[in-house]
């Protein structure tokens, strides 16, 4: 039976050590981390999302400063709110609040964002950064996988990694930290042939897909460790329930160690960010 990886319990020691960082901060320079968190529209599950960031960011005595916008707001009112907040000094980390209404350019509104307050890590020098070996803002879930690996290999280095997923906020920084932590690393995705070969290969597999219970536990090499990226709702004896990329109950029977779903990368998700706030807010006050 493999071990489990909490996030829960993981998170909570990550989230302790950036409340313990905040008060330092404040007390050696006076300064209190502030996140600018910026929701378009009506979303549900975007508004969910906020409010858990709002208050685990309140829960480690981070700041945060909420910026509601309606659906139809132009892409001129957000670049004039990310310009404000850009030269606010009080204000050390922006995050907008993805996805955006069809109408807004997210890739313009990324890019606008001052790179040193891109607490997600997605603008294009921060991506350009990691790529070339340099992680200073990380997006938050490969980051949060990254942490939950260490707990299980003290060392990396040598293991054969498989992405499942090429998205910009998951897949593609996930196999470039994987590949700066010295694994061998393979990305698949929806053209890729042969993914079960590919996974059974794998010391390492990483679901980040989109699609319930896609990897089974034949797919799984005895003994991997096994991260959980995906979240999907299901319906359930008529309930309707979140589950994973993968099939948990059986793959747990294969698996050296796996992440649940819920529980798992979604805390890390979250704790990530607060970490990324704390160390913005260093940095623009060092
Ligand atoms: P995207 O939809 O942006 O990307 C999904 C990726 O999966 C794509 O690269 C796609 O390939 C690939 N894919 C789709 N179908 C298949 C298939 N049958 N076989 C192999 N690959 C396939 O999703 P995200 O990366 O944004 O998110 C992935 C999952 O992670 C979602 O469930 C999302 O909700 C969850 N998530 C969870 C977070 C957390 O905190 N726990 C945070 C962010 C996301 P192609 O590129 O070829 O289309």
């Not at 707001?73 to 030269?87: F, P, V, Y």
């Not at 509104?109 to 891109?118: L, V």
């Amino acid at each position: 039976m493999a071990q489990l990886i909490d996030g829960k319990q993981i998170s909570a020691q990550v989230l302790a050590d950036v409340a313990r960082d905040v008060e330092i901060l404040k007390a050696y320079n006076g300064v209190i981390p502030a996140l600018a968190v910026i929701l378009v529209g009506e979303d549900p599950a975007s508004q969910v999302y906020v409010r858990n960031k709002i208050k685990r960011a309140a829960e480690v005595g981070i700041i945060s400063i909420e910026h509601r916008l309606e659906a139809g707001t132009s892409q001129i009112t957000l670049n004039t709110l990310i310009e404000e907040l850009n030269q606010d000094s009080s204000v050390h980390g922006i995050l907008v609040q993805l996805p955006l209404p069809d109408h807004l350019s997210e890739e313009e509104i990324i890019s606008s964002i001052n790179p040193k307050k891109d607490v997600d890590g997605f603008h294009p020098l921060n991506v350009g950064a990691l790529a070339s070996g340099r992680s200073v803002q990380v997006p938050c879930t490969p980051q949060g996988c990254m942490i939950m690996l260490q707990q299980i290999h003290k060392d990396l280095s040598g293991k054969f990694a498989v992405v499942i997923g090429r998205s910009n906020i998951v897949g593609k920084p996930m196999a470039a930290l994987l590949l700066l932590a010295n694994c061998t690393v393979t990305i698949a995705h929806s053209r890729t042939r042969d993914i079960e070969n590919l996974c059974r290969q794998a010391d390492i597999v990483i679901a980040a897909v989109g699609r319930a219970k896609m990897v089974k536990a034949n797919w799984i090499k005895p003994g991997a460790t096994v991260i959980d990226v995906g979240i999907n709702a299901v319906d359930e004896d008529g309930k309707r329930k979140l589950c994973g990329d993968v099939d948990f109950e059986a793959v747990e029977l294969i698996a050296g160690a796996i992440t649940p779903v819920p529980g798992g990368v979604g805390p890390m998700t979250i704790a990530c960010l607060l970490l990324n706030t704390l160390n913005a807010a260093k940095r623009l006050t060092a």
